[in-house]
């Protein structure tokens, strides 16, 4: 969605802007081309390969980045308190991330169990699929995947582990496969469990919630965050922020009495009341953004 993302961010010289999920570096290089020829971005990502094949890319625009391996939980820690014009979250797994057997997060590969955007972190897929309790297997394919049939496919994972761990990605689908034949289904039966199983080993809505805070700290005023979002719980929680902010009243505790509404400047606005959805041309060229929503806060 880099053409809506920059017509929402509208990056201009002079402008400084932070990428919180710089990746290959599409949208970063995109908005130091509109913002020239002095718009500055600090960049990061967790993945230290995103962030090698960023660096390549932004390198012609020398002295006009800043690149940082970490979470965008992160970015308030380096980057200035009220310093950037616009902030993007463009949140998920990368193609390069997708396409690599050996990162373990497709089906469709043959590769080590891992799912780990940060190759530093402790927690892989496998030590979850190996170790979880059965009813917080269940749990995550349900929350994060909603996986219908999760308690069924938490119970043969169990089952499958006791005689041998399950170490590769193909082992993992071969399981699901077995109690899940999937006919019929228009996605593969692993599908679900698989995203569910990404999302936990990167804590990607704790993350979220986390990284909404530390990037609105960063905006100046004026300024906008744009997040692009794969998945409801992710929008959900990005609407749930906004909406906090565009409230013109604040209430006592957690439930809003009307009675008890104390009228307040709002923190924010909507750039539009619905989320955005990627153009039909984009959809043709690539089905990876289908569940792509876009979201813009304006800070006041
Ligand atoms: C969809 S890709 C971004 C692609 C990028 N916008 C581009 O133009 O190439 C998502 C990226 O976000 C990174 N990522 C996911 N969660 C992150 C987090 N909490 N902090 C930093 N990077 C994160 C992933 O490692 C991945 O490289």
């Not at 989320?275 to 800070?299: D, G, H």
Request: proline fraction near 5%; aromatic fraction near 6%; include cysteine.
């Amino acid at each position: 969605m880099l053409d809506e993302v920059l017509k929402a961010l509208a990056p201009k010289a002079g402008g400084v802007y932070a990428d919180g999920t710089v990746g290959g570096g599409n949208h970063a290089v995109a908005i130091l081309e509109a913002s020239s020829p002095d718009g500055r971005l600090y960049g990061c990502d967790r993945d230290p390969l995103a962030l090698a094949a960023a660096g390549d890319r932004l390198a012609v625009f020398q002295g006009r980045y800043e690149l940082r391996r970490g979470t965008f939980a992160d970015l308030n820690q380096w980057v200035a308190a009220g310093s950037c014009d616009g902030v993007l979250l463009d949140l998920g797994v990368s193609s390069p991330q997708l396409d690599c057997a050996e990162r373990g997060f497709s089906f469709q590969h043959d590769g080590p169990l891992d799912m780990r955007m940060d190759p530093d972190q402790a927690l892989t897929a496998s030590v979850l699929v190996n170790t979880a309790e059965v009813e917080d297997l269940a749990r995550v394919f349900w929350e994060l995947g909603g996986e219908r049939q999760s308690r069924l496919l938490a119970r043969a994972i169990v089952r499958a582990r006791e005689s041998r761990p399950l170490e590769t990605t193909r082992q993992l689908a071969e399981v699901i496969e077995r109690v899940s034949p999937g006919r019929g289904r228009k996605a593969h039966p692993a599908t679900k469990v698989f995203q569910a199983l990404r999302m936990a080993v990167n804590d990607e809505l704790g993350n979220l919630r986390a990284g909404l805070e530390s990037v609105w700290a960063i905006l100046k005023s004026g300024g906008r965050l744009a997040v692009i979002t794969f998945h409801s719980l992710e929008d959900r929680t990005v609407k749930h922020f906004g909406r906090e902010r565009v409230r013109e009243y604040t209430f006592p505790g957690s439930v809003d009495v009307p009675e008890l509404r104390q009228p307040r400047a709002p923190e924010a606005r909507w750039l539009s009341r619905r989320a955005m959805i990627p153009s039909a041309v984009e959809l043709a060229t690539n089905p990876r953004s289908r569940s792509a929503q876009l979201r813009v806060i304006e800070k006041i």
